[in-house]
């Protein structure tokens, strides 16, 4: 595995050039993770940091350190265009080896990347063998890079050990709906808490809402003025340990995004043997059927509330051992090492 420096603009970039900025732009780590031999670049260094166009034979020279420790690769696999994908794409170019890129950012459904980052992502597009998106509404977004590239969906990928079924079931009382994910407009958590409070205040039900972020003080300022009381927790940020009980614990889970690639959270949700309800957000509704949930139009807070208020009364209908069947059947490491497999096969 190589890894790049993180995009300049990024909070992650700005931490690493802080911690790096001193290094050279050839210093390189090397580390065995976990039986991966993983090669990291700390920093680009000054010039490569903002013109991306000298990266390319900056991360070459890493690459051929690494043949040189471990042998040529029979395939090159980036995630996400910027950088990965695109260094993929480079140096499958250049060193002849056939290349493929994972894309799964929101910000291709956000129009989110700058001018700069254009010819990047259409050189990516239009230098690897294969080009892979997590949904549907992704693909489309990308083929506004390169109308002609075909796009193959793979799916992200949960941990079926780690997220089971709880060993017993939660009381039917009181009725708990969880969400997790950051706090901030796009994930739209005061429209969940508009519609709780329409659909559930009063009743014996609890909206557990997990993560932080920029706009918890006015999430918390709004479930005052709701009036919502003990009724609504904000648990804040949890490890993961936490969060997979908190999932057992529910009886659904939520997802109330504006904009989503995919929603990681509600397939660890499925795999836990949860239905859920989510917004029409671009990526739920390609993975999420009648029998694993509801699905409601992105920022209707009526269809939201009238979503809870069906699970409150039926929740108990639903198959936690189906959802959980077809949920490995999709999106276990087994499935997706499996496509991913034949994939490489047709590449080599």
Not at 60 to 73: A, K, S, W
Not at 117 to 127: A, C, D, G, M, V
Not at 287 to 295: A, K, R, T, V, W
Request: aromatic share 10%.
């Amino acid at each position: 595995m190589l890894v790049p420096p993180s995009r300049f603009r990024t909070f992650n970039g700005l931490r690493e050039f802080i911690a790096n900025w001193h290094k050279r732009s050839t210093d390189i780590s090397i580390s065995n993770d976990e039986g991966i031999m993983t090669y990291r670049m700390p920093w680009w260094g000054w010039l490569p940091s903002v013109m991306p166009q000298l990266r390319g034979n900056l991360f070459l020279r890493l690459f051929d350190e690494y043949c040189v420790n471990h042998g040529v690769p029979d395939i090159l696999h980036g995630h996400s265009i910027l950088y990965g994908g695109y260094l993929a794409a480079y140096i499958g170019q250049r060193r002849k080896i056939a290349s493929l890129v994972t894309e799964h950012s929101s910000l291709f459904l956000t129009s989110g990347y700058q001018l700069g980052h254009q010819p990047f992502i259409r050189y990516t597009l239009s230098h690897v063998d294969k080009v892979l998106a997590v949904g549907e509404s992704l693909v489309r977004a990308l083929q506004v890079y390169n109308p002609h590239i075909n796009v193959d969906i793979i799916g992200n990928v949960v941990d079926t050990n780690l997220f089971v079924p709880p060993s017993t079931l939660p009381p039917p009382v009181p009725f708990i709906i969880s969400i997790f994910g950051r706090l901030d407009h796009n994930k739209a958590q005061n429209l969940l808490l508009q519609a709780f409070a329409q659909a559930l205040k009063g009743k014996d039900a609890q909206l557990h809402i997990v993560g932080d972020g920029q706009m918890r003080k006015q999430y918390e300022r709004l479930c005052s003025q709701l009036a919502l009381g003990s009724q609504v927790t904000f648990f804040g940020q949890l490890p993961r340990e936490a969060v997979i009980r908190m999932m057992q614990e529910s009886h659904v889970v939520v997802s109330s995004s504006t904009i989503e690639t995919f929603g990681v959270t509600l397939i660890e949700a499925m795999a836990c043997g949860k239905p859920v309800i989510a917004t029409r957000s671009g990526g739920p509704e390609y993975f999420i059927d009648d029998s694993d949930g509801l699905l409601v139009p992105s920022g209707d807070v009526e269809s939201l509330a009238q979503a809870m208020l069906t699970m409150y009364v039926q929740h108990s209908q639903y198959d936690a051992q189906d959802i959980r069947a077809r949920c490995i059947a999709r999106f276990s490491e087994e499935a997706i090492a499996q496509q991913l497999e034949t994939l490489y096969e047709e590449l080599r």
